[in-house]
């Protein structure tokens, strides 16, 4: 999927930013400063009206393929349901230098973070994944922390992908239609660390949701960044009802299988978890 001309202007683009980062906060999946968002912008944005202090940063890796590319990213300790009342204010603007070792960050005069999310690392390689495979010229990628969700992964039966997606897919029709690949599932890895940022591109090549175990989630999107946020709200939906059954003695059978395959067959739906 690409994104077509006539493109987002960078202010709509802020602004999605904030709305999605709201969303997640009204259905709890970002306490305190938790969670980041990213935005790749593969048409040309001068940023410098709203970011116009420049500073070099290193890149958290490498990425000489995305010369001249850019990137909208959260602050390092930036509340997520804070970003839509001055997104300039929490975000900062990234281009790629030659080599791809440094970038250019772009910041507002009102900027109130000293440093990109620390998850920028599993951001950018996810992004450079997806675009040299895909060639897209639009990838949004999100960390969130929804309850339901990560608290099934600190259950043991549930730190399986195949187990985790029948079981939280199974509570309504369109949880397959949304998420036909399923969630992937990664067992605990350090915050911020190059295990996990090397895990999660792997996931994310198959899945467009995965759930960081006894940590949270990450989604991406080649369409939009409401939904790639709507990803991680409907895998949280499924973990809502499947905590829901659980505390009820498992009384709620689901869609059976056989219904799921029916929707499958009327939305030309391919997938390989029911
Ligand atoms: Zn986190």
Redesign the pocket.
């Known amino acids: 999927m690409t994104v077509n001309a006539p493109f987002p202007e960078l202010d709509e683009l802020l602004l999605v930013v904030g709305e999605a980062g709201r969303r997640l906060s009204e259905i709890e999946a970002t306490e305190g400063a938790?969670?980041?968002i990213s935005v790749y912008i593969g048409w040309p944005v001068d940023p410098r009206r709203k970011f116009p202090i420049e500073e070099t940063i290193e890149l958290p890796e490498a990425v000489p393929g995305l010369a001249g590319r850019s990137f909208l990213v959260t602050g390092s300790g930036r509340r997520l349901r804070e970003i839509v009342q001055d997104p300039a204010a929490n975000l900062g603007f990234v281009v790629v230098d030659e080599g791809g070792k440094t970038g250019r960050l772009y910041t507002s005069p009102r900027r109130l973070f000293a440093k990109l999310t620390s998850?920028f690392n599993s951001h950018l390689a996810v992004h450079h994944d997806q675009i040299s495979t895909s060639g897209t010229n639009f990838h949004a990628v999100i960390?969130?922390?929804p309850l339901h969700l990560t608290y099934l992964s600190h259950i043991p039966d549930y730190q399986d992908e195949a187990y985790l997606s029948r079981h939280i897919l199974r509570w309504q029709p369109e949880l397959i239609v949304q998420l036909p690949e399923g969630v992937g599932y990664l067992p605990f890895l350090v915050?911020g660390s190059p295990q996990l940022m090397a895990a999660t591109v792997k996931s994310l090549r198959v899945q467009r949701v995965v759930v960081?175990g006894k940590?949270?989630a990450m989604a991406r999107s080649d369409q939009s960044v409401k939904r790639a946020a709507d990803r991680i709200e409907y895998a949280e939906t499924g973990a809502h009802y499947e905590y829901l059954n659980l505390v009820n003695h498992g009384l709620g059978t689901g869609l059976t299988a056989e219904e799921i395959r029916a929707v499958c067959q009327a939305f030309g739906v391919q997938q390989a978890i029911f």
Do not use: V
């Open positions: 938790a969670g980041n998850e960390h969130a922390q915050p960081w940590h949270g």
